[in-house]
């Protein structure tokens, strides 16, 4: 299948623009913007269709709020008719230090509300993810706002490597599967 479905999880609103937990949309827009594409709104998502190297990628950005990004995401995979094995889930994960992105071919929710509740919707946590670690550099019990924090001036350098590496890694996974494309990245460390 040419085919893909990209989703970038985040919340909508200036406020959270550039914020660790709107990762997933940096990563989406990054996307558009090397392609000259660009998202306009739609059915409960925002929407850009790139064709790239004969492949087509539908990229969406919920609108509908992070915990209830599944809702989104059903629709579009019913929509544009692609299957589960062809959708990809851009996500911020705490587990993971600043330094690592994870491609998975599923794999439970961690406690992340969107992919929660992806998978009520979808009713499998068996879908492709990329988690781009944020790391977890938080006082305890300030989780919520290291989270939905913009990114340090030391760290945003390092973000948007990490971001345009993704753009890539994208590529990469629709050329070539996602089994070659988890042993090129997933053992990477980014550095500057």
Known sequence: MNK???????????EYELTRHNIGFDVLDTFAGKNAVSFKPDRLAD?????????IFICV?????????????K???????????NILVIVDDLALPLEKV???RGGSDAGHNGLKSIQ????????????????????KGRQIDFV??????????LVVKKVNSCVELIETYSQVGIE???NLYNKLTFSL
């Open 47 to 55: 929407v850009a269709e790139i064709r790239w190297k004969g492949k």
């Open 61 to 73: 950005k919920p609108t509908t709020y992070m915990n209830l990004s599944g809702k989104a995401v």
């Open 102 to 104: 994870r491609l998975r």
């Open 75 to 85: 629709y579009w995979m019913d929509k544009e008719k692609i299957g589960i094995e």
């Open 4 to 14: 893909f479905l990209l989703i970038g999880l985040g919340n909508i609103g200036a």
């Open 120 to 139: 009520e919707h979808l009713g499998t946590d068996n879908f492709p993810k990329l988690r781009f670690g944020i790391g977890n550099n938080f006082p």
């Open 148 to 157: 939905l924090g913009k990114w340090t001036s030391d760290e945003w350098p």
């Open 180 to 182: 070659q494309t988890m």
